[in-house]
């Protein structure tokens, strides 16, 4: 199974924050949306940067309150972690273990055209291990 077929099901819809959006704004729209990061983009829609739940908690700890009237660009992750739609799961489960992050804009050509979660590629595993275990089944009962 590949992101392709994720993106199908769950759409392509991507919450995209201008990188001279404040923290505040920004953890706004993320409980607003029941989401836990955004994709910062530049004028020309190009991937700048991500910032998560986990960079408002780390401005509000080094910061304090005064870090929400900050820019987005200042506590966003600049070199940011991409898949393509051909990309396995197994293969996005592999880059986000080992980059410890829960979430990876798809790019096609350079354009964003779509995101994935931890809880997308967990839910896709399951089904897919799901449908080789019932086809396993079905194999050994005809043999
Ligand atoms: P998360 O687990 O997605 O909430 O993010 C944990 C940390 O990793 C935060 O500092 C994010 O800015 C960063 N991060 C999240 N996703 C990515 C990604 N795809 N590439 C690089 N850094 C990321």
Redesign the pocket.
């Known amino acids: 199974m590949t992101v392709k077929s994720i993106l199908a099901t769950k759409g392509r819809d991507v919450a995209t924050a201008a990188p001279d959006l404040s923290m505040q704004d920004l953890a706004r729209a993320l409980a607003d949306r029941r989401i836990?990061?955004m994709i910062v983009t530049g004028g020309g829609g190009e991937v700048v940067?991500?910032?998560?739940?986990?960079?408002v908690v780390?401005a509000l700890a080094r910061g304090g309150a005064a870090a929400l009237a900050e820019p987005v660009s200042r506590h966003?992750?600049a070199?940011?972690?991409?898949c393509r739609e051909d990309h396995t799961i197994v293969q996005v489960m592999e880059?986000?273990t080992n980059?410890?992050?829960?979430?990876?804009?798809v790019t096609q050509d350079g354009k964003l055209v779509g995101v994935v979660?931890?809880g997308d590629i967990v839910k896709h595993r399951v089904a897919e291990m799901e449908n080789e275990q019932k086809a396993l089944k079905e194999y050994i009962a005809s043999a």
Request: net charge positive.
């Open positions: 836990g990061a940067g991500i910032v998560s739940e986990r960079d780390r966003m992750t070199k940011v972690v991409t880059l986000m980059g410890r992050f829960r979430h990876m804009p979660s931890i």
